[in-house]
C-alpha cells in the first residue's frame, strides 16, 4: 500500500526533514541549542486564547471539550454540505527554529524513524508506511541486528529501528531484559517480554522471571492486559502465589451476567486456595446467592397479602446480605426457621450479630409500621416472667429509626424513656416533640424556668399545657430556681 | 487563556508554550484538512495547553468523540486519533478504521498521549489495522502546568499503577517530565527524595543525564531542589477531609482538569435579562484557577476564613459601584466607564464563589460532616485508634456510601500503624455483609497497596512521627494562620512538614523519623555547569500521585 502524494514529494524536499540517517547522534545537542534559541524567543510571543468567553454551560467557548461537542452536532443535524475540500497549500509553512518538547528527547520527530516493535518479530520485516518506504534499504536489518542489548534498548526507547531477532541465545535474551528493567521503560520491558514469551518455553521463562522481580511484575501486568487468564493462572501457581490466584479466579465472576452459571461458577471457586478468611467469604458469597436464587423464583409469582400491598421494587439477586435479610423481615417476618427465606434461618446461616439483625429488622418492621413487631424485637424476659426492654444498640438510634418511618407520638415517648443518658434522653424528647418526656425530665431536674420556657412553646389549654400548669402550682416541691 | 501561568515566581508559561509548539508540529504533520477523534479523557489535560483556536488554525475542521462503529462522515482528508496507550481504545479505533468507507479513503494517524505503546501497537497489528496509519507519534504531556505555581502529571491512576499492578511506567513519565524541566529551566542541582519510586525516579533522572553527557543546557538554574516523595509514604494525609475552600470545593464535587460542575439551581435566577423560568438542567461548569482575582486569594483559605472575605470583597465591589454618583467631570466619568469590566467581571466572580460557598456550607454545617470530621480528628491525635469505632459501625448501618467507610477505616489503620486482627475483621465482614461479598476484592486491593493492614508485631510508631513533625497543632488560627495546620484544622500534612524540614534545618534532625517511613531517603547532587552557579531558595516538589 503505498501512499505516495503530491506533498510527499514536499515533504521530504523541505528544509526541515532530512531523509533518514542514522548518523544522528549529536542532534540532541544541536536541538537543545536550537531549543535555547526558541525559548527566548517565546517569551514574547503573544497568546492568541487570550479573551476567553464562556458558553452558557459555562464551558469556556474554544475549549477543546466544548468544540467536540459542537462540532461533532453539527454533523449530528446534518447541516454538513459543504463539498469536499481540496488540499492545495502544503501546510508545512509553519517552519522556523523548530523547538519542541519532543525534540529535546528524542531524534524521532524526524520522518522515516517510525519504527513499530512488531516488525522486529515478523518474518517480513518491511514496513508499508509511507515515509517507511522512502527509507533507503541500508536501514534494513543488517544494520540493527549488531547493536548491544545496551544499544537496542535504547533504540526501542528512541523509537528508532531494532531488531530482537539476534539475542538469540538464553544468556543474550537475558541481558537484553535486564538491561530493559534497568531503564525502567514499562513499554520497552513489555515489549522484551513479549518477544521472550515468544520465543523461550514457559518453563525457562517462568523459572527465569522468579528471579527477576520487576520483570516478573511487568509481566504478570501484560497477561492480565491481554485477558491471557489461564497462562497467569499457570504463572501464579508456579510462583507458588496461589491466593492470588485464587482471588484472581473469583474476580471473573463479575463478568458473568446469568445467576445460575454465576452460581456455579462461584461453587466452582470453593476449592481454591483462598486465605482462611477468605474462604469463608466466597463460601458465603456462593450459599447467598443459591438461597437468592431459590427466594426470588417463589417470591416473583408469590400472591401473599404483602406482596400485594407492597409490590416489590427489583429482584433480591446479587444484593449484599444485609440488604437481603432487610428483604426478608419485609416479606417473611415470622416464617419458622425451617424455611430458606425467614428471617432467623438468614441470621444463623450468615453469622449476622445481634446488633445488624436488630438495626435490620428494626428497619423493616417499622417501615410495615408494624408496632408490636417492634416492641416485641426488645422484649426480654427475666427470670420472673417481667418483660424488659433491652436493645444492643442505643435507645436513641431507635428513636431515629422510628422517626424516620413516621411513627406516632406514643410510640417514639415509649423509646424515648427508655434511653439511659439524660442529655440523650432530653435532646431527644425535645426533637421529636414528647411533651410528657420533656415535663417529666424539667420536673424530676426541678428546673422551673425551663418548664416555664417550655410551656411557652405549648397549645394554650392543651393537656401538656396544663399538666405543666399544675406542677408549676404545686407547693410541694422544691424548685432549684 | 494562560495568563494565570505568569503569577507563580517561576514563569511556567515556558512550559505551556513547548507543548503548543509540539503540538503544532504534529498537527502539520498531517497535512491538510483533518478531523480529531478524541479519547474524551484527554480533552481534559489538553484543554489547559491549547484551545480549539489553535487547532483550526492547523486545520482541524471537525472533532469527535470516540467510540466504536463508524466515524461520522466529513469531508477531511486525515483523520486524526489523539488517545491514551489503551488496550481498549486501540480496539474502538479498529474497528473505527474496519468500518471506514473504501470508497473515499481518508488518512489516518494515531497520536499516543502521552506516550507510544508498543503493546498498542501490537494490537493494532493483531486486527489488522496497523498498517492503515500513516503516522504514529506520541506527544509527551508529562507535567502540565496547571496554574502559576503548580505542574500536574494529571495521571490519577498512578499510584493504582505503582503499588497494586506494578506497573511503573508512570515513574518513567515522572522522570522523563523532570528532564524536560531541566531542559527548559536548567538543572536542579540538589535532588532529595523519600520512597522506593522517588529512588526510581531519581535513578532514571541521572542515567538520562547521563546520556545526554556532554550537552549541558546552558540555562541558569532556576530550581534550586528537587523534593521527590512516594505517595505511600504520607497515606493519611489524601484521607483526611481537605477544609480549605477549593479542597472542599474538591470534595464535595470533585475538580477535574481545573474544572468543577456545580448544581445550576443556585446560578439559575442570577443572570440579568434571562426572564424565563426553565431552570437549566445541565450542571454549571467553572473553570478555577489563579487567574480569577477573588479565587486566588481565597482558594487557599481555611473555609471558616471564606465567608468573612467574601463579605470584605463585597463591600470593595459595592463601594466601586457607588463612586458613580462622584463622578461629576465627563473625564471622571470616563474614567470610570473604562473600569466597568473589569467591575463587572468582579461581581460575577463573586456572584459565583458566594454561591459556591452556600453549597458548601449546607454540608459542612450539616451534623454528619461535624461528626465525620470529629472522628478523623480523633483518628490523627491517636484518639481510641485501637477499637472499633462506633461512629464508623453507625456509618455501616445507615448504608452510607462505601467510601466515606473506607477512608475512615484506612485512616485509623494508618494512624495506628495497622489495626488489631480483632478489629480489621469486624470492619471487614460489616463491609461485606452491607455493601456485598464481592468487595473481598476492595479490601485485599487496598492491603496491598498498604492503606489497611493488620497491626505486626512493631509496636505503633505513629504518636512517634505525630509528635516529631508535630503533625497536630493545637492552636491552629484558622483566620490568620501562621502554620500549615490550618489546612486540616489541626493536622498538618506529613508531606507539607517533610518539605519544611528539609529547608531548614535539614532532613539529619529527623534521621529517626525518616527511618520510620517506607522506603529509603536520598540526596544527589547535579553538576551544574560552572559560571551558572546561583544561590536562591526554591524547592520544587513532585509529590507522586493524588
Request: charged share 30%; glycine share 4%; with cysteine.
Given at each position: 500500500?503505498?501512499?505516495?502524494?503530491?506533498?510527499?514529494?514536499?515533504?521530504?524536499?523541505?528544509?526541515?526533514?532530512?531523509?533518514?540517517?542514522?548518523?544522528?547522534?549529536?542532534?540532541?545537542?544541536?536541538?537543545?541549542?536550537?531549543?535555547?534559541?526558541?525559548?527566548?524567543?517565546?517569551?514574547?510571543?503573544?497568546?492568541?486564547?487570550?479573551?476567553?468567553?464562556?458558553?452558557?454551560?459555562?464551558?469556556?467557548?474554544?475549549?477543546?471539550?466544548?468544540?467536540?461537542?459542537?462540532?461533532?452536532?453539527?454533523?449530528?443535524?446534518?447541516?454538513?454540505?459543504?463539498?469536499?475540500?481540496?488540499?492545495?497549500?502544503p501546510s508545512l509553512s509553519k517552519q522556523g527554529s523548530g523547538y519542541s518538547l519532543s525534540s529535546l528527547f528524542k531524534a524521532k520527530s524526524k520522518p522515516g524513524a517510525f519504527q513499530s516493535f512488531s516488525e522486529s518479530f515478523s518474518d517480513t520485516s518491511f514496513r508499508t508506511y509511507a515515509p517507511e518506504l522512502r527509507k533507503p534499504k541500508s536501514d534494513g536489518k543488517d544494520f540493527v541486528s549488531d547493536l548491544s542489548p545496551e544499544e537496542t534498548v535504547r533504540r526501542m526507547q528512541k523509537g528508532r529501528p531494532f531488531s530482537l531477532e539476534k539475542f538469540r541465545s538464553l544468556q543474550d535474551k537475558l541481558l537484553l531484559l535486564d538491561e530493559a528493567v534497568a531503564v525502567y521503560d514499562g513499554n520497552v520491558i513489555t515489549a522484551v517480554l513479549i518477544f521472550l514469551k515468544k520465543s523461550l518455553s514457559k518453563e525457562i521463562l517462568f523459572r527465569e522471571l522468579m528471579a527477576r522481580d520487576v520483570a516478573l511484575r511487568h509481566y504478570v501486568h501484560y497477561l492480565k492486559e491481554m485477558g491471557e487468564q489461564k497462562l497467569l493462572v499457570e504463572l501464579l501457581k508456579a510462583l507458588g502465589r496461589t491466593e492470588d490466584m485464587a482471588l484472581m479466579h473469583y474476580k471473573e465472576h463479575l463478568n458473568i451476567k446469568d445467576e445460575g452459571r454465576r452460581r456455579d461458577f462461584l461453587k466452582s471457586c470453593l476449592s481454591l486456595p483462598f486465605s482462611q478468611d477468605d474462604a469463608t467469604h466466597v463460601q458465603d458469597h456462593y450459599t447467598l446467592l443459591e438461597?437468592?436464587?431459590?427466594?426470588?423464583?417463589?417470591?416473583?409469582?408469590?400472591?401473599?397479602?404483602?406482596?400485594?400491598?407492597?409490590?416489590?421494587?427489583?429482584?433480591?439477586?446479587?444484593?449484599?446480605?444485609?440488604?437481603?435479610?432487610?428483604?426478608?423481615?419485609?416479606?417473611?417476618?415470622?416464617?419458622?426457621?425451617?424455611?430458606?427465606?425467614?428471617?432467623?434461618?438468614?441470621?444463623?446461616?450468615?453469622?449476622?450479630?445481634?446488633?445488624?439483625?436488630?438495626?435490620?429488622?428494626?428497619?423493616?418492621?417499622?417501615?410495615?409500621?408494624?408496632?408490636?413487631?417492634?416492641?416485641?424485637?426488645?422484649?426480654?424476659?427475666?427470670?420472673?416472667?417481667?418483660?424488659?426492654?433491652?436493645?444492643?444498640?442505643?435507645?436513641?438510634?431507635?428513636?431515629?429509626?422510628?422517626?424516620?418511618?413516621?411513627?406516632?407520638?406514643?410510640?417514639?415517648?415509649?423509646?424515648?424513656?427508655?434511653?439511659?443518658?439524660?442529655?440523650?434522653?432530653?435532646?431527644?424528647?425535645?426533637?421529636?416533640?414528647?411533651?410528657?418526656?420533656?415535663?417529666?425530665?424539667?420536673?424530676?431536674?426541678?428546673?422551673?424556668?425551663?418548664?416555664?420556657?417550655?410551656?411557652?412553646?405549648?397549645?394554650?389549654?392543651?393537656?401538656?399545657?396544663?399538666?405543666?400548669?399544675?406542677?408549676?402550682?404545686?407547693?410541694?416541691?422544691?424548685?432549684?430556681? | 487563556?494562560?495568563?494565570?501561568?505568569?503569577?507563580?515566581?517561576?514563569?511556567?508559561?515556558?512550559?505551556?508554550?513547548?507543548?503548543?509548539?509540539?503540538?503544532?508540529?504534529?498537527?502539520?504533520?498531517?497535512?491538510?484538512?483533518?478531523?480529531?477523534?478524541?479519547?474524551?479523557?484527554?480533552?481534559?489535560?489538553?484543554?489547559?495547553?491549547?484551545?480549539?483556536?489553535?487547532?483550526?488554525?492547523?486545520?482541524?475542521?471537525?472533532?469527535?468523540?470516540?467510540?466504536?462503529?463508524?466515524?461520522?462522515?466529513?469531508?477531511?482528508?486525515?483523520?486524526?486519533?489523539?488517545?491514551?496507550?489503551?488496550?481498549?481504545?486501540?480496539?474502538?479505533?479498529?474497528?473505527?478504521?474496519?468500518?471506514?468507507?473504501?470508497?473515499?479513503?481518508?488518512?489516518?494517524?494515531?497520536?499516543?498521549?502521552?506516550?507510544?505503546?508498543?503493546?498498542?501497537?501490537?494490537?493494532?497489528?493483531?486486527?489488522?489495522?496497523?498498517?492503515?496509519?500513516?503516522?504514529?507519534?506520541?506527544?509527551?504531556?508529562?507535567?502540565?502546568?496547571?496554574?502559576?505555581?503548580?505542574?500536574?502529571?494529571?495521571?490519577?491512576?498512578?499510584?493504582?499503577?505503582?503499588?497494586?499492578?506494578?506497573?511503573?511506567?508512570?515513574?518513567?513519565?515522572?522522570?522523563?517530565?523532570?528532564?524536560?524541566?531541566?531542559?527548559?529551566?536548567?538543572?536542579?542541582?540538589?535532588?532529595?527524595?523519600?520512597?522506593?519510586?522517588?529512588?526510581?525516579?531519581?535513578?532514571?533522572?541521572?542515567?538520562?543525564?547521563?546520556?545526554?553527557?556532554?550537552?549541558?543546557?546552558?540555562?541558569?538554574?532556576?530550581?534550586?531542589?528537587?523534593?521527590?516523595?512516594?505517595?505511600?509514604?504520607?497515606?493519611?494525609?489524601?484521607?483526611?477531609?481537605?477544609?480549605?475552600?477549593?479542597?472542599?470545593?474538591?470534595?464535595?464535587?470533585?475538580?477535574?482538569?481545573?474544572?468543577?460542575?456545580?448544581?445550576?439551581?443556585?446560578?439559575?435566577?442570577?443572570?440579568?435579562?434571562?426572564?424565563?423560568?426553565?431552570?437549566?438542567?445541565?450542571?454549571?461548569?467553572?473553570?478555577?484557577?489563579?487567574?480569577?482575582?477573588?479565587?486566588?486569594?481565597?482558594?487557599?483559605?481555611?473555609?471558616?476564613?471564606?465567608?468573612?472575605?467574601?463579605?470584605?470583597?463585597?463591600?470593595?465591589?459595592?463601594?466601586?459601584?457607588?463612586?458613580?454618583?462622584?463622578?461629576?467631570?465627563?473625564?471622571?466619568?470616563?474614567?470610570?466607564?473604562?473600569?466597568?469590566?473589569?467591575?463587572?467581571?468582579?461581581?460575577?466572580?463573586?456572584?459565583?464563589?458566594?454561591?459556591?460557598?452556600?453549597?458548601?456550607?449546607?454540608?459542612?454545617?450539616?451534623?454528619?460532616?461535624?461528626?465525620?470530621?470529629?472522628?478523623?480528628?480523633?483518628?490523627?491525635?491517636?484518639?481510641?485508634?485501637?477499637?472499633?469505632?462506633?461512629?464508623?459501625?453507625?456509618?455501616?448501618?445507615?448504608?452510607?456510601?462505601?467510601?466515606?467507610?473506607?477512608?475512615?477505616?484506612?485512616?485509623?489503620?494508618?494512624?495506628?500503624?495497622?489495626?488489631?486482627?480483632?478489629?480489621?475483621?469486624?470492619?471487614?465482614?460489616?463491609?461485606?455483609?452491607?455493601?456485598?461479598?464481592?468487595?473481598?476484592?476492595?479490601?485485599?486491593?487496598?492491603?496491598?497497596?498498604?492503606?489497611?493492614?493488620?497491626?505486626?508485631?512493631?509496636?505503633?510508631?505513629?504518636?512517634?512521627?505525630?509528635?516529631?513533625?508535630?503533625?497536630?497543632?493545637?492552636?491552629?488560627?484558622?483566620?490568620?494562620?501562621?502554620?500549615?495546620?490550618?489546612?486540616?484544622?489541626?493536622?498538618?500534612?506529613?508531606?507539607?512538614?517533610?518539605?519544611?524540614?528539609?529547608?531548614?534545618?535539614?532532613?539529619?534532625?529527623?534521621?529517626?523519623?525518616?527511618?520510620?517511613?517506607?522506603?529509603?531517603?536520598?540526596?544527589?547532587?547535579?553538576?551544574?555547569?560552572?559560571?551558572?552557579?546561583?544561590?536562591?531558595?526554591?524547592?520544587?516538589?513532585?509529590?507522586?500521585?493524588?
Amino acid at each position: 500500500m503505498t501512499r505516495a502524494k503530491p506533498e510527499d514529494d514536499e515533504y521530504w524536499n523541505s528544509s526541515k526533514f532530512k531523509a533518514f540517517t542514522f548518523d544522528d547522534e549529536d542532534d540532541e545537542f544541536s536541538q537543545l541549542k536550537e531549543s535555547k534559541r526558541a525559548v527566548n524567543s517565546i517569551l514574547v510571543d503573544e497568546d492568541e486564547d487570550d479573551v476567553e468567553r464562556v458558553s452558557w454551560s459555562g464551558e469556556p467557548v474554544g475549549s477543546i471539550s466544548w468544540s467536540v461537542k459542537e462540532t461533532a452536532s453539527s454533523i449530528r443535524s446534518g447541516s454538513e454540505q459543504s463539498f469536499p475540500k481540496i488540499d492545495t497549500t502544503p501546510s508545512l509553512s509553519k517552519q522556523g527554529s523548530g523547538y519542541s518538547l519532543s525534540s529535546l528527547f528524542k531524534a524521532k520527530s524526524k520522518p522515516g524513524a517510525f519504527q513499530s516493535f512488531s516488525e522486529s518479530f515478523s518474518d517480513t520485516s518491511f514496513r508499508t508506511y509511507a515515509p517507511e518506504l522512502r527509507k533507503p534499504k541500508s536501514d534494513g536489518k543488517d544494520f540493527v541486528s549488531d547493536l548491544s542489548p545496551e544499544e537496542t534498548v535504547r533504540r526501542m526507547q528512541k523509537g528508532r529501528p531494532f531488531s530482537l531477532e539476534k539475542f538469540r541465545s538464553l544468556q543474550d535474551k537475558l541481558l537484553l531484559l535486564d538491561e530493559a528493567v534497568a531503564v525502567y521503560d514499562g513499554n520497552v520491558i513489555t515489549a522484551v517480554l513479549i518477544f521472550l514469551k515468544k520465543s523461550l518455553s514457559k518453563e525457562i521463562l517462568f523459572r527465569e522471571l522468579m528471579a527477576r522481580d520487576v520483570a516478573l511484575r511487568h509481566y504478570v501486568h501484560y497477561l492480565k492486559e491481554m485477558g491471557e487468564q489461564k497462562l497467569l493462572v499457570e504463572l501464579l501457581k508456579a510462583l507458588g502465589r496461589t491466593e492470588d490466584m485464587a482471588l484472581m479466579h473469583y474476580k471473573e465472576h463479575l463478568n458473568i451476567k446469568d445467576e445460575g452459571r454465576r452460581r456455579d461458577f462461584l461453587k466452582s471457586c470453593l476449592s481454591l486456595p483462598f486465605s482462611q478468611d477468605d474462604a469463608t467469604h466466597v463460601q458465603d458469597h456462593y450459599t447467598l446467592l443459591e438461597r437468592q436464587i431459590i427466594i426470588e423464583a417463589s417470591d416473583k409469582k408469590a400472591d401473599a397479602e404483602i406482596f400485594k400491598k407492597f409490590p416489590r421494587k427489583a429482584s433480591i439477586l446479587n444484593m449484599p446480605i444485609i440488604t437481603t435479610l432487610y428483604y426478608s423481615c419485609f416479606y417473611h417476618y415470622g416464617e419458622s426457621e425451617g424455611t430458606f427465606s425467614s428471617p432467623s434461618n438468614i441470621r444463623k446461616t450468615f453469622r449476622i450479630s445481634e446488633k445488624q439483625y436488630i438495626l435490620t429488622a428494626l428497619g423493616a418492621r417499622a417501615k410495615l409500621k408494624s408496632w408490636f413487631d417492634v416492641d416485641s424485637l426488645f422484649n426480654t424476659k427475666n427470670w420472673l416472667g417481667y418483660t424488659k426492654k433491652k436493645s444492643p444498640i442505643g435507645f436513641h438510634r431507635v428513636v431515629d429509626i422510628l422517626h424516620k418511618n413516621s411513627a406516632p407520638v406514643q410510640v417514639l415517648q415509649e423509646y424515648v424513656n427508655l434511653i439511659d443518658d439524660p442529655d440523650l434522653k432530653l435532646s431527644g424528647a425535645l426533637k421529636y416533640k414528647c411533651h410528657d418526656v420533656v415535663i417529666n425530665t424539667y420536673r424530676d431536674l426541678k428546673d422551673r424556668q425551663q418548664l416555664i420556657v417550655y410551656r411557652e412553646k405549648l397549645e394554650r389549654d392543651s393537656p401538656e399545657y396544663r399538666k405543666i400548669q399544675e406542677l408549676l402550682n404545686n407547693v410541694q416541691i422544691r424548685w432549684k430556681n | 487563556m494562560a495568563s494565570h501561568l505568569f503569577c507563580g515566581r517561576v514563569n511556567l508559561n515556558i512550559l505551556r508554550e513547548a507543548a503548543r509548539k509540539d503540538l503544532r508540529e504534529f498537527l502539520d504533520k498531517c497535512s491538510g484538512s483533518k478531523a480529531i477523534v478524541w479519547d474524551e479523557y484527554l480533552t481534559g489535560p489538553f484543554g489547559l495547553i491549547a484551545q480549539y483556536s489553535l487547532l483550526k488554525e492547523h486545520e482541524v475542521e471537525k472533532m469527535f468523540t470516540l467510540k466504536g462503529g463508524r466515524i461520522p462522515s466529513a469531508a477531511v482528508k486525515n483523520i486524526v486519533f489523539f488517545v491514551r496507550p489503551r488496550l481498549e481504545l486501540m480496539d474502538i479505533i479498529a474497528e473505527n478504521v474496519a468500518s471506514e468507507d473504501k470508497l473515499h479513503p481518508r488518512d489516518f494517524h494515531i497520536l499516543f498521549v502521552p506516550r507510544r505503546s508498543l503493546l498498542c501497537e501490537q494490537r493494532l497489528k493483531e486486527k489488522g489495522v496497523l498498517n492503515s496509519f500513516t503516522n504514529i507519534d506520541e506527544y509527551i504531556l508529562d507535567l502540565i502546568p496547571y496554574d502559576g505555581d503548580l505542574l500536574s502529571m494529571e495521571s490519577e491512576s498512578s499510584f493504582r499503577e505503582c503499588y497494586l499492578e506494578s506497573d511503573q511506567t508512570s515513574l518513567y513519565h515522572a522522570a522523563k517530565g523532570l528532564m524536560t524541566l531541566q531542559a527548559l529551566y536548567g538543572t536542579i542541582p540538589q535532588i532529595f527524595g523519600k520512597g522506593e519510586c522517588a529512588r526510581h525516579v531519581a535513578n532514571m533522572m541521572l542515567r538520562m543525564k547521563r546520556e545526554f553527557a556532554g550537552s549541558h543546557t546552558q540555562i541558569l538554574p532556576v530550581f534550586d531542589t528537587l523534593l521527590l516523595l512516594d505517595r505511600n509514604v504520607d497515606l493519611l494525609t489524601p484521607l483526611a477531609t481537605q477544609l480549605t475552600y477549593e479542597g472542599l470545593i474538591d470534595e464535595i464535587f470533585s475538580i477535574t482538569n481545573g474544572y468543577v460542575k456545580l448544581p445550576p439551581e443556585k446560578f439559575a435566577q442570577k443572570k440579568q435579562g434571562e426572564g424565563g423560568k426553565d431552570l437549566p438542567t445541565e450542571p454549571k461548569k467553572l473553570q478555577l484557577n489563579s487567574a480569577e482575582e477573588l479565587y486566588a486569594e481565597i482558594r487557599d483559605k481555611n473555609f471558616n476564613a471564606v465567608g468573612a472575605a467574601l463579605s470584605k470583597k463585597a463591600k470593595v465591589i459595592s463601594a466601586a459601584f457607588e463612586e458613580r454618583h462622584n463622578a461629576k467631570t465627563v473625564g471622571e466619568i470616563k474614567q470610570f466607564v473604562s473600569q466597568l469590566p473589569h467591575m463587572q467581571a468582579a461581581r460575577s466572580s463573586l456572584a459565583n464563589h458566594t454561591s459556591i460557598a452556600e453549597l458548601i456550607k449546607d454540608i459542612t454545617t450539616s451534623e454528619d460532616f461535624f461528626d465525620s470530621l470529629t472522628v478523623e480528628q480523633e483518628f490523627m491525635t491517636g484518639v481510641d485508634t485501637d477499637k472499633v469505632s462506633t461512629y464508623i459501625e453507625d456509618c455501616v448501618a445507615q448504608k452510607d456510601p462505601l467510601i466515606k467507610i473506607l477512608r475512615l477505616v484506612c485512616m485509623q489503620s494508618v494512624c495506628n500503624n495497622g489495626l488489631k486482627q480483632k478489629v480489621l475483621d469486624f470492619y471487614k465482614r460489616e463491609i461485606l455483609q452491607t455493601y456485598g461479598y464481592k468487595h473481598i476484592l476492595t479490601l485485599k486491593n487496598l492491603e496491598k497497596v498498604g492503606l489497611l493492614k493488620p497491626q505486626s508485631t512493631m509496636r505503633n510508631n505513629y504518636p512517634t512521627i505525630r509528635k516529631t513533625l508535630k503533625l497536630w497543632m493545637e492552636d491552629t488560627n484558622e483566620q490568620n494562620p501562621n502554620d500549615i495546620s490550618y489546612v486540616y484544622s489541626g493536622y498538618a500534612p506529613l508531606s507539607v512538614r517533610l518539605t519544611q524540614v528539609l529547608a531548614r534545618p535539614g532532613w539529619r534532625s529527623i534521621e529517626e523519623v525518616l527511618k520510620m517511613l517506607p522506603g529509603p531517603h536520598f540526596e544527589e547532587r547535579q553538576q551544574v555547569p560552572t559560571g551558572l552557579h546561583k544561590k536562591r531558595n526554591k524547592p520544587v516538589i513532585l509529590v507522586k500521585s493524588a
